[in-house]
């Protein structure tokens, strides 16, 4: 988030104040607004903060409520799982062609691999999460 904050400012800056703007920046922005993304995956998952439907809930006895709260950490676990298993896939692409970004040349492979391993973590976490 820092990153992204700085780029932002400096680009800004250099854009109006000194006609200079930061080389790179909207590129740079969009890689860190990814590596954000999956970065905050594994911190959303351990605080259930994803978005959940539960107008039924109020309705249902406790003991199916956990059910279903071991049901969806089982889903969502398998779902993650599978965003781990794809990405793995488009990673390897990724590695063996030297894929890179247009402005700054930077690797595309390790935002896989940053991706590959929040899915992963998130997986574990939302196994392990007590359900409410």
Same mark, same amino acid.
């Not at 250099?14 to 999956?38: H, I, K």
């Given at each position: 988030?820092?990153? =992204?904050?700085?780029?932002?400012?400096?680009? &800004?800056?250099?854009?109006?104040?000194?006609? *200079? #703007? +930061?080389?790179?920046? /909207?590129?740079?922005?969009?890689?860190?607004?990814?590596?954000?993304? /999956? &970065?905050? !995956? #594994? =911190?959303?998952?351990?605080?259930?903060?994803?978005?959940?439907?539960?107008? =039924? &809930?109020?309705? !249902?006895?406790?003991?199916?409520?956990? $059910?279903?709260?071991?049901?969806? %950490?089982?889903?969502?676990?398998?779902? !993650? !799982?599978? /965003?781990? /298993?794809?990405?793995?896939? +488009?990673?390897? %692409?990724?590695?063996?062609? %030297?894929?890179?970004?247009?402005?700054?040349?930077?690797?595309?492979?390790?935002?896989? $691999?940053?991706? &590959?391993?929040?899915?992963?973590? *998130?997986?574990?976490?939302?196994?392990?999460?007590?359900?409410?």
């Amino acid at each position: 988030m820092a990153g =992204l904050v700085l780029v932002t400012c400096i680009d &800004v800056v250099g854009r109006y104040l000194f006609d *200079s #703007p +930061l080389g790179g920046a /909207f590129e740079l922005t969009q890689v860190l607004l990814g590596a954000l993304v /999956f &970065v905050a !995956l #594994p =911190l959303t998952t351990a605080a259930g903060a994803h978005v959940e439907v539960d107008l =039924l &809930v109020p309705l !249902l006895p406790q003991a199916m409520v956990r $059910v279903l709260g071991w049901l969806g %950490g089982i889903v969502t676990a398998a779902v !993650l !799982l599978y /965003f781990a /298993f794809r990405l793995i896939i +488009l990673t390897q %692409g990724h590695l063996a062609v %030297g894929t890179r970004t247009a402005a700054l040349g930077l690797p595309m492979w390790v935002l896989g $691999v940053i991706g &590959v391993a929040s899915c992963c973590i *998130s997986a574990v976490i939302a196994m392990a999460r007590r359900p409410t």
